[in-house]
């Protein structure tokens, strides 16, 4: 059973930054691409960043400039750094691992973190 661990959300003010951390766990054989999307009070859930296996990235248009995002193949893990807060990034972010084999699957499957609230105040 794939389990997706994230930590770093919280209560922050507008301008400074943070980081979001997710550790994928569960017999894990490979992962094509880990990241982040979220999801605000009334609105769709949308991608913030993700990044493949072998390093291409794509992000959303909001966070555009003020993110890094960041992963270990090794360790199935993947960070978010976003800089220069804006209230409008309130939201709950949620980790993903897209297109993941196990050492118990047949085929890839995706999977998705229970979230994480982030909350930035003006």
């Known amino acids: 059973q794939v389990q997706l661990a994230e930590s770093g959300g919280g209560l922050v003010e507008a301008g400074t930054s943070l980081t979001l951390s997710c550790t994928a766990s569960?017999?894990?054989?490979?992962?094509?691409?880990m990241g982040w999307y979220r999801q605000a009070p009334g609105e769709q859930r949308g991608l913030v960043a993700e990044?493949?296996?072998?390093?291409?990235?794509r992000s959303g248009d909001s966070v555009k400039g003020r993110f890094t995002i960041s992963r270990d193949n090794a360790k199935n893990t993947v960070s978010l750094q976003i800089v220069n807060l804006k209230p409008e990034d309130t939201a709950v972010y949620y980790c993903v691992a897209f297109h993941t084999y196990t050492d118990s699957s047949f085929g890839p499957d995706d999977y998705w973190g229970q979230g994480t609230q982030v909350t930035v105040s003006s």
């Open positions: 569960g017999g894990i054989v490979s992962i094509n691409t």
């Open positions: 990044v493949d296996r072998d390093g291409d990235i």
